[in-house]
């Protein structure tokens, strides 16, 4: 069984600050790890994916993760945020494999405070 | 490309009645996965669709059905309306086959409200 942790319901930033949404998993498997983004009365857009390879993961947007398998995290950083990152972001994960169901955190909305 | 399309848009039905949500696929993709959103939380699995049956299921009653059809639309039927039913039900494509990922695309949801 694989779970998800999202250990921050709510951050609130200045705009053009950096920011971190953290995010842990527990997993028995190999698997590839997620963050979604979901605006008001939308569906969810990919923001970037861990696979395999580097551990550093650059995504749209500017947003980037790092996955560390010691401590299964896998945080989602921006240096500088916009208003327009106002939204609600999801940590999710799947078992290696094509097309596999994901499990997802239960999200983090990233407000960005004129 | 239209991408993942979902019908309807929104649905307000009452408890104890049937609903059926429609999905259709990204172009050239062939795996349907439907999943539960309910308000404040993250989406859950319910199934997947490949090859116009049920591959993989989530830990939700067996109100919850779904079918495929041969041209790879999905419909997901719920029975027996519950007040928790309440949500927003988001329908993923991805194309199958291959040992890499193949990235799941979502569409917009159909927002349920159970009376």
């Known amino acids: 069984a694989q779970s998800v942790t999202q250990l921050d319901s709510q951050v609130p930033v200045f705009e053009e600050a950096p920011v971190e949404l953290r995010c842990n998993y527990s997993?028995?498997?190999?698997?590839?790890l997620f963050w979604y983004v979901q605006y008001p009365n939308q569906g969810l857009q990919l923001l970037l994916k861990y696979l395999s390879g580097s551990t550093l993961v650059k995504g749209i947007n500017g947003f980037e993760a790092e996955f560390n398998k010691s401590q299964t995290s896998f945080h989602l950083r921006k240096p500088s945020v916009h208003i327009s990152d106002t939204a609600e972001y999801f940590c999710?994960?799947?078992?290696?494999?094509?097309?596999?169901?994901?499990?997802f955190g239960s999200g983090t909305q990233l407000t960005v405070l004129p | 490309d239209a991408g993942v399309t979902q019908s309807p848009t929104h649905l307000i039905k009452t408890r104890g009645q049937q609903v059926t949500l429609r999905c259709s696929p990204k172009?050239?993709?062939?795996?349907v996965s439907w999943y539960q959103q309910a308000l404040g939380q993250g989406p859950q699995f319910i199934f997947q669709?490949?090859?116009?049956?049920?591959?993989q299921r989530g830990n939700f009653p067996d109100r919850f059905s779904g079918h495929q059809f041969p041209n790879y639309s999905s419909e997901l039927n719920v029975n027996a309306l519950l007040l928790g039913d309440s949500a927003l039900y988001l329908c993923?494509?991805?194309?199958?086959?291959?040992?890499?990922?193949?990235?799941?695309?979502f569409g917009p949801g159909t927002r349920l409200t159970v009376l």
């Open positions: 669709y490949y090859e116009e049956e049920e591959r």
């Open positions: 999710a994960v799947s078992s290696s494999g094509s097309a596999r169901q994901l499990t």
């Open positions: 172009s050239g993709h062939d795996t």
């Open positions: 997993s028995s498997v190999s698997v590839y």
């Open positions: 993923a494509s991805a194309r199958a086959g291959g040992s890499t990922y193949n990235e799941q695309f």
